[in-house]
């Protein structure tokens, strides 16, 4: 059975950090990303990363801020979240792809996790 359990989400003040991880297990994946859905806007990738190169990829609005890592030994993606801003209140969902290609393209992730909660107060 394939999961990805996201777990690290929760409230934060502007300015501060926060950590989400994704665990995955019963499949290898090529790629993982974390997308993100505020109220009433369209779902977008916030950062993904190829597990065979290592190559990352970051929405501009939170580049120099956000951090996406994996670890192999674990097989768990990490998003390092820091200077968070109001605007990055969503819920983060973890996504994972066995294709190669724009891991920030939804349709090449086939499994999701639930979705965690990240509220950034002002």
């Known amino acids: 059975q394939v999961q990805l359990v996201e777990s690290g989400g929760g409230l934060v003040q502007a300015g501060g950090s926060l950590r989400l991880s994704c665990a995955a297990s019963g499949r290898t994946f090529y790629g993982m990303a974390w997308f993100r859905q505020a109220p009433g806007k369209e779902r977008e990738c916030a950062a993904a990363?190829?597990?065979?190169?290592?190559?990352?990829y970051y929405v501009d609005s939170v580049k120099g801020r956000f951090t996406i890592s994996t670890d192999n030994a674990r097989n768990t993606v990490n998003l390092q979240m820091n200077s968070l801003k109001p605007e990055d209140t969503a819920v983060y969902y973890c996504a994972g792809s066995t294709w190669s290609g724009n891991y920030h393209d939804p349709a090449l992730h086939y499994w999701w996790g639930q979705g965690t909660q990240v509220t950034v107060s002002s």
């Open positions: 990363i190829s597990w065979s190169d290592g190559s990352t």
